[in-house]
């Protein structure tokens, strides 16, 4: 069963900087697609970026030129470096592959709260 250890959320300013991480475990990691996904309070999950097995990115508009989204596959570890940071960016993050081939089990999210 594929097991996906979020982690780095925390509170920072606006225009401040964090970088999440999300460590799986369960399953040959390197031939996944990944992404990242954050859901605001009493709102909807959404996607937020995703990464091909070979790299190839891409992202939300609302968060293009702002976020990066990397991987290691010899770590089985997801990266998405967080700049410029906006209020409306307070959610909390998950790492899955993207939809439609989400895994069924999600992990616990990293808190992410942009706030003065």
């Known amino acids: 069963q594929v097991q996906l250890v979020e982690s780095g959320g925390g509170l920072v300013h606006p225009g401040g900087s964090l970088s999440l991480s999300c460590a799986a475990s369960g399953t040959i990691f390197s031939i996944n697609p990944m992404a990242w996904y954050r859901q605001p309070s009493e709102k909807q999950r959404e996607l937020v970026a995703t990464?091909?097995?070979?790299?190839?990115?891409r992202y939300a508009d609302y968060v293009k030129g702002r976020f990066t989204i990397s991987r290691d596959n010899a770590k089985n570890t997801v990266y998405l470096q967080m700049n410029s940071l906006k209020p409306e960016d307070t959610a909390l993050y998950y790492c899955?592959?993207?939809?439609?081939?989400?895994?069924?089990?999600w992990g616990q999210g990293t808190q992410v709260t942009v706030s003065s």
């Open positions: 990464i091909t097995e070979s790299g190839n990115t």
């Open positions: 899955n592959r993207p939809p439609p081939w989400a895994w069924e089990s």
